[in-house]
């Protein structure tokens, strides 16, 4: 087996994380991945617009293998989507199958090398991987690897699942069942699309803790596509099938799709933060738009929390639907009160001392008019670290409003995520260390009120122990092994 190491150079590589364009603290995305088998499409192009979509589960890197043949073409670099690839590159990348990814580092740090998909060469030809997730026994994955003489060239959790799929392959066995065996050896959360040159594999762990779908193109038998969420089906004019289900195998050939239900004990743990505030609010998930659910949560947040108020604002955009959802069942009208730059990325050239003190007013600026003299209820998906509540509190008094009321469409998220998410470690998330109260105070308002985890729970419709809530709990569904209760670069202080 040999290892395809990345590579371009990684000029494109943007600011470690971002201050300059003032993001909300919320948690980071972990990753979109995206997969397509058909012949006689342009799978590349295809797959660009997939990842497209999917830009916002990760901005640090992107990359697209195809498979033509035997042979695999693969680029990846750091930057976003439309900064990675150009018409040009895509047109190299010729095949009949094929994975991208995007990523934000949950493991392993933020250099092309990291990037994905991971190629390994293997005796039955290239394999590409693209992972959605993290596995909670890095450590030990990585001592079993090194007894079969495994190399590595990255750091990533990503790279060992390709690498002991490989090693399986090697050892003599064929696709799927050198993977089941690898998955065997693997801990944590992981949704997989895996391309091959005989078939396309899209795989959850057994709890799928991050969400993967399966669509058709145009009601072919052999032509899917398969994607983190339904939006990257939507964007190719992909009709969604149905989810890959939790401890499942999905093998796509020239045959058509056939299904391995490979875990003798799935019981579905969906993140429900992909529902509050991850996932897109035009994706489905649980058969219905995700805006739909967040629309509730507001509504079920009026309910819980009766409030006296002229107006609802959003923290723009995430927090938009739970305000809408807010204001019908409140009756407050809902209003606008904060316009957001949508053409904010992230910049490679600093602002100056005085932008930084205007604080939030790159990303955010209130409306004067409609905020002076109002009491308002400012609602937002969660709070994370506080700083940039703040911020955004701040200046909505500075325009005017009498009084603020924030009110958070989720419970207080109390512990650190491990399962591909970067909510910080826990002494930086401001609900472990202080009282809602005291929370309130930091960030400035008039009061602060968090959606009960019951509240939460209600507005999903389903059982709640098909999700998993660990951060808002530290009820964690798949156990974590002290060892690695630490940051997200475990694997390189390892290797130190
Ligand atoms: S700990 Fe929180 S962010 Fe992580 S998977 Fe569970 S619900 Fe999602």
Redesign the pocket.
């Known amino acids: 087996m040999i290892l395809q190491s990345s590579l371009p150079s990684d000029k494109y590589r943007p600011q470690s994380h971002d201050e300059y364009t003032q993001q909300p603290d919320k948690?980071e995305e972990a990753c979109g991945v995206f997969g397509i088998y058909a012949p006689e499409e342009n799978v590349a192009k295809s797959t660009y617009f997939g990842l497209f979509a999917l830009q916002h589960r990760g901005q640090e890197s992107a990359g697209i293998a195809t498979f033509e043949g035997k042979k695999v073409h693969l680029h990846k670099n750091m930057g976003l989507v439309s900064q990675v690839f150009s018409e040009d590159i895509l047109n190299k990348l010729s095949g009949t199958i094929a994975v991208g990814h995007n990523r934000y580092s949950t493991t392993g740090s933020s250099h092309v090398v990291n990037a994905q998909p991971a190629v390994v060469e293997t005796r039955l030809g290239p394999l590409a991987l693209a992972h959605n997730g993290n596995l909670v026994n890095t450590s030990e994955l990585r001592e079993y690897l090194q007894s079969k003489n495994c190399d590595f060239v990255t750091t990533t959790d990503s790279e060992m699942i390709a690498i002991a799929i490989g090693a399986e392959v090697d050892s003599g066995k064929e696709w799927l069942d050198a993977a089941i065996s690898a998955f065997n050896h693997c801990t944590g959360?992981y949704s997989l699309v895996i391309g091959t040159p005989d078939g396309l594999m899209a795989v959850r762990d057994p709890n799928g803790?991050r969400p993967l779908v399966i669509g058709t193109l145009e009601g072919n038998p052999i032509r899917y596509a398969v994607a983190s969420e339904t939006c990257g089906l939507d964007i190719i004019g992909a009709e969604y099938l149905r989810d890959v289900e939790p401890g499942e195998l999905v093998w796509i050939t020239e045959a058509g799709m056939a299904s391995f239900h490979w875990s003798p004990k799935p019981a579905r743990k969906l993140?429900?933060?992909?529902m509050i505030y991850f996932a897109r609010p035009d994706s489905i998930m649980h058969h219905e738009t995700l805006y739909s659910y967040r629309l509730r949560l507001g509504r079920q947040m009026a309910k819980e929390i009766p409030t006296e108020a002229d107006i609802v604002i959003a923290v723009p955009d995430s927090g938009v639907p739970a305000a809408i959802g807010f204001s019908r069942e409140s009756g407050i009208p809902y209003g606008e009160g904060l316009i957001k730059n949508r053409y904010v990325g992230r910049t490679f050239i600093q602002p100056t001392q005085h932008m930084r003190e205007a604080g939030i007013r790159m990303k955010l600026n209130p409306l004067k008019d409609v905020l002076i003299g109002k009491r308002v209820v400012l609602v937002d998906d969660s709070i994370v670290r506080g700083t940039t509540s703040r911020k955004i509190v701040k200046a909505l008094r500075d325009a005017g409003a009498s009084e603020v009321h924030m009110r958070i469409s989720s419970p207080p998220v109390t512990?650190p995520?491990?399962?591909?998410?970067d909510?910080d470690s826990q002494d930086h998330l401001i609900a472990a260390t202080k009282s809602v109260e005291d929370i309130g105070k930091q960030i400035g308002v008039d009061s602060l009120v968090y959606l009960s985890w019951e509240g939460m729970m209600i507005a999903t419709r389903e059982e709640s122990d098909s999700f998993?809530?660990?951060?808002f709990t530290g009820d964690?569904p798949i156990a974590i092994p002290e060892n690695i209760k630490r940051s997200k670069l475990m694997l390189e202080k390892i290797k130190i």
């Open positions: 948690p959360a803790v993140c429900i933060f992909e512990h995520c491990f399962y591909g998410i909510t998993c809530s660990a951060c964690y």
